[in-house]
């Protein structure tokens, strides 16, 4: 049966060989044809182009040499329009881009029209122009093509002057013009030229129209014989492509061919037909028998143990798994009549009532649970699904039924309904608030007790609490839920796989501060549902009110300890205006009593006095500032201003304990959210313990020196503002830099040890970080160096503070 089909093909394949063989052999001489003639075009177009080149040259050179002018440029440009068609216009343009005389044919594209005097748009023809200066020789711009579709090819031919550039004259071709009077009569006749660009996008020509469908199913068929070369003297930016209108299928074409073709198909054809028919024959043997394997193979395997009965009630048929859930084999099943054997003996009158119904049709669709007693004696759960057994003619002949063992799904149920009750013991004994409500709905789904003992069985404190606490219940009114559907558009994946959000609210009702816990989840039912938990944190509030007033009182203690402790500095420190006050009275008391004092010196002397007054006044107003007590008041605050107030405080110390005090704050800082009394606290704070060390040093006064720098950082990517305060004392033991933040601990005899602790806290309280540390020189211990940093706020506008400086 193959020898006739192996002849038949190998007979088929040395036909198609050979008119294969014919058929490259034209196709190349095709291809060399078209080679060909697209080199002649090519040729024809490049002297074409190189003429009109030489003729703009000459033009050029003749403008060069000042021989011709303005109205001659004109004369001999309109010659040279008219007389070619392919030139569309030519441009006199001088070295800085202005158009002196340009002559456009009539048809000429807009892009190449331009006006005497006008200056060459920003951008056009810039790289040919600035190509042709710096070469000193033609250039060919990338054709382009213009607003009405037409593609352009300018030459631009730089003109010198004495070795000076001079300008270029534009001469301005048209593609399409080129190809038409430019292409021989017998190319354009047998081939569809084209002109591409550098990207093969098509800039004028017309293509070959597609070719026969029919013959580009062929195996032999391939794409039409095309040959490109670049156009010469404008480079690869121009490159004239040719395609051939028609293909001959030559040889195979002919007859014989298709003749011979068409008897060798016929007859591989029957071969073929003969051979498939016989194959399914076999194939239809062989699934019959792997289907009939894999039907018993199924039955065995299932975990379902399946019986059929005939209408009699015997037993015809059980499954595998039948027999493993009873126990008993298939000879001992099949053809048993009621009652069975695995019936248990306590049952039997419930199941022979049970089976009278089934075998009468009268079944449940849900089935019915059972207990099925094993060979061992043994029993265990099962439900029973009856049904209709039908046989291919459409006739009942018995009932089939579906046994599964439902013994775990039992102990299953009951450990959730054990674990049910006692997960609702332990939400009726908590001490917060549990409720479930869905959305859109007006009904509880679940209140545990004590929701109950505080609003009772309705919704009333569920809604109470989410609108109090802002998180959008979504129970739209009845006239909103006859319009629209109020949960159009909810996002339920979203909502259920949200963070929980927090809020503490009062509930005057209960006169309690509740902390509020809600978050979306699936009920039971599929319904998008609200979650609300409430915390009774009242007994918390109170404690954190006093512990907020308690640390308030302590701020203002601590300032007015840094005030007591500075008791005698700012005495000194008034005394100055004081006693300029006596003086500057005495004298004028004395003068005047003497009548020596005219108008003007009594005046002056007014004047400086009310200036020391004025300055015991300021003094005075700045101390009563800091050390009054108010409320926390956290406002955008400059920080410039905070360090000037603070060092004008803390110099009054400094000053006495003979320190010098350089301060330097950053330009263009942004304001902080503070509350500006509390950082000014901190500062003085730290300038009057770098004082003191300094002091306690005895250092020589050319090193009683303190340093605040105030600079902008990024602390882990985090924009902060950063207070550094530096001293020359004697730095910080190991054993003081453990304890330095620790309260009540302090190195001064007369300290109370609450100056540090407060200042880190009221330094963390606005999320900020301090921080000590040594300085060395060497491996001397050469001051210290205290720093906390604040963050910027979100919402801090970023203001330039202007003079910020070093101030000795």
Known sequence: MLAPLAAVLLFLAAIVSAFWYLRLEEMDREQEAVKRDVEYAQQRLRLRLLERQEQLMRIARDVSNQEIDADDFRGRAESMVNQYPELQAISWVDGRRRVKVSYATPSAVPSTLRADGEILRPGETEG????????????????????????????????????????????????????????????????????????NRLLTGNTAPPGDRTARLLPWAQQANTYEVPVSPVGNSLIIRAQAYRTSLGVIGS????????????????????????????????????????????????????????????????????????????????GQTAPFVYWPEADREHLMARLDDELNGRTTPGGSQVRVKRRDGT?????????????????????????????????????????????????????????????????????????????????????????????????????????????????????????????EIYVPELDKWLEVRSRYLNWVDGRLAQMVIASDITPRRHAEELSALQAERAQSASRLITMGEMASSVAHELNQPLTAINNYCNGMVSRIRSQQISEEDLLAALDKTARQAQ????????????????EPNRTLSDVAAMVTEAVELAEIELRRRNVRLGHYVAARLPKLMVDPILIEQVLVNLLKNAAESIDHAQRPAAQRSVDLRVVPRQIDTLPVVEFSVVDSGKGLAPEVMERLYEAFFSTKVEGMGIGLNLCRTIVESHQGRMQAENIYNGEEVAGCRFSFWIPVSDVTDSVSNKGAGVTA
């Not at 799904?409 to 997960?423: D, G, V």
């Open 615 to 630: 300055r015991a006044g300021q003094i005075i107003q700045r101390i009563r500032s800091f050390v009054k007590r108010s």
């Open 379 to 503: 029993l265990f759960d099962a439900r029973l699904y009856v049904s209709p057994l039908i046989d291919a003619h459409g006739q009942q002949t018995g009932w089939m039924t579906s046994m599964t063992d439902i013994t775990e799904p039992n102990r299953i149920r009951e450990q959730l309904s054990a674990s049910y009750e006692r997960f609702t013991t332990v939400l009726e004994a908590l001490d917060a608030s549990v409720s479930v409500a869905p959305l859109g709905s007006g009904e509880l789904l679940f209140a545990n007790k004590l929701y109950r003992l505080w609003f009772g069985s309705n919704t009333r404190g569920h809604l109470q609490l989410v609108a109090q606490a802002g998180v959008p219940a979504a129970h739209p009114s009845d006239d909103e839920m006859d319009a629209v559907d109020g949960l159009a558009g909810l996002p339920t994946q979203a909502l259920t796989a949200a963070q929980s959000e927090n809020a």
């Open 255 to 334: 007859g014989l061919f298709w003749l011979v073709g068409a008897l060798s198909v016929m007859t591989a054809w029957m071969l073929i037909g003969n051979f498939r028919h016989t194959r399914r024959r076999m194939q239809a043997q062989q699934a019959l028998v792997a289907e009939t394997n894999f039907r018993r193979a199924m039955e065995n395997s299932i975990l379902t143990g399946m019986r059929a009965l005939d209408l009699q009630g015997r037993i015809t048929y059980v499954n595998a798994a039948f027999c493993q859930m009873t126990g008993w084999d298939e000879s001992e099943l099949v």
């Open 128 to 199: 040919t122009y600035t190509l042709a200066h710096d070469l000193q020789q033609p250039m060919y711009s990338r054709p382009a093509a213009g607003s009405d579709m037409q593609s352009v090819l300018q030459l631009h031919i730089p003109m010198f002057e004495q070795s000076r550039f001079n300008g270029v004259i534009i001469g301005e071709f048209s593609l399409d013009g080129l190809l038409r009077y430019g292409l021989p009569p017998d190319v354009a006749a047998k081939y569809a030229v084209t002109l591409l660009d550098a990207k």
